[in-house]
Every structure is written in C-alpha cells, then in structure tokens.
C-alpha cells in the first residue's frame, strides 16, 4: 500500500511557520548588519533613534487611534517603553559605532538566553531546569571568546571595549524588558504600538532641540534604509512573524532557529561590511549560537 501525500510533504501550515521563523531570523541579522553599516557612516546613534522611532510612529500611528482605554496612564506600559524602546535602542545604535556586527551578533541576540534566565531567576523567581543551566555554559564560553582578544589587545585599530560593553548594556535592557513582558503580561500588538508612539513623544523633542546630528553628511539613500528597515524591518514585520512562528512551532522550536542570528550576523558582515572574521570570533559565534539552541529546546 503506497503511502499517502501527507508522509511526503510537510504540513501546510507547518511550513508557513517555519518560513515565518527563518524570515525573523534574517530581519534580526539584517537589522545587525544595517545597524553597524549606520553606525560606520556619519551619522550619530541618536539619528539612527530619530529615523526608527519617526518612521515606525507614522506607519502604526493609524493603526494606534483606538488604543484601550487607560493606555496612556498605564506606568507599567511607560516602563517598557522607557526601557525597551528608548533605553535598548540608544545603547545599542551608540555599541555599534564602535564595535563590529558580529560582535552585536553575540552580545545582543545570543547572549539573550543567558540574560533572560538570569533575570527571570532573579525577578519571578522562576528558577530554570538543570537542562537550561547546562545549556547556558557555552553561550558564557562563547563570550569569553570575544571579550579574550578585546582585553588582551589582540585585535587590531582601536580597542572594541566601549562598543561591546555598549551593547552588552543594550542585550541587558532588552532582557529585563522581556522578563517584564512576561510577568505584567500585555497584548502584543498594543505593547508594539505603545512603545513606538510613547518612545517617540519623549525622544524626538529632546533630539531635535539638543542632540548632535549627521543627516546633511550622508547620501540620502542611506536616510531611506535606516528608516525604512529600522522602522518598519525589526519594529513591525518582525514581530508579526515571530509571533506567526510561535503560534504555529511553539516557543522552543522558534527559539532555536532564531540562535541562527548571531552566525549569519558574523558571516554576512564579512562581504558586506569588510569586517574581519579572527579564530576567536568563528569560536564565538558557534558557541554562543550552539548555546542558543541548546537552550531553546524543550524541557524533558
């Protein structure tokens, strides 16, 4: 008896939701990449704030007109805002100034597993299985391969350090945002809106009025990729499919292919942006998205 077509094929809706997780994948490692080639140019990390937050608030202002009532006197709402918009965003567009995508690479998407443990440990009290702890050991090694070479001075120009602890400071301010996600427990798509809109109202005042600005000493088609893939790529899209993976693969599977960012951070940045790729830095990048994964896998 021949078998049937669904043993040949895979689910339908199985492949969307892999196909949602690998596009995630490649908006996160593409807002890496677009972030240090931003960070390469003139202009000033807080431009870089200005054109995410300026174009992700026009594009979801029409959608943002019938938000619950109460929002804008949440506190907890303002808190994620401050510290997932705004705080995350000037930390990390200020670490890749100095510091090289891949870097970004390990220290922002791969140390999340590590940080988001920790924190959640520390914060809900949500002490995670022996599996998760062993898991979260080559993501410390793969860490220790990065910062080995940056300390030593092994490397070659100016020192990294500022940059990666700049970013380093950014994954951290992410982690605690989502641990707090987790445990206030708000509705993705309102949280999304929120924290455009709010961190817009409170930094573009203070930008255009007092921060330092390099708009006139780049090519304008450098203005419409850091805000059309900032503001729309990891803000929007980004979080539409991530969602759509999860809904379909389930948190442990999406988190596994998504430990694929700091790899294809670390090798895209080779060819597009002219950046090394040294021993330490290909021992990093594995161990720190071989860790990832590890930890991303279900619980036995």
Known sequence: MAPSDSHQTPHPKLAQGYAAALATVLVWAGFILVSRLGG????????????????????????????????WRDRRLWTLALIGGLLFLMLA??????????????????????????????????????QRLLALIPIALGVVCVAVPVVAGLGHGPSTLPGDL??????????TYSVLVKKWVYDPWVLTRFVALASTLVFLP??????????DQVPTSMLVLQALYQGIGPTIVAMILFLK???????????ALVALVPVLAGLGAVP????????????????????????SRPVR
């Open 93 to 130: 567009y200020a670490g890749f100034k100095l510091a090289p995508a891949a870097h970004g690479g390990i220290l922002m998407p791969g140390m999340q597993p590590f940080l988001v443990t920790a924190l959640a440990w520390w914060l809900l009290g949500a002490r995670p299985p022996r």
């Open 245 to 255: 993976a999860v809904s379909i693969l389930g948190a442990e599977r999406t988190g």
């Open 206 to 215: 203070v930008y255009l009025l007092f921060l330092p600005k390099g708009l």
């Open 40 to 71: 390469k140019s003139a202009l000033t990390g807080w431009d870089i704030v200005a054109l995410r937050l300026g174009t992700a608030s026009l594009v979801l202002l029409p959608f943002s007109l019938n938000l619950p009532a109460g929002t």
């Open 272 to 295: 597009l942006l002219d950046e090394p790729l040294t021993p330490w830095l290909v021992a990093g990048l594995a161990l720190v998205s071989g860790g990832a994964w590890l930890a």
């Open 166 to 175: 700049l970013l380093l400071a950014a994954s951290v301010a992410w982690a």
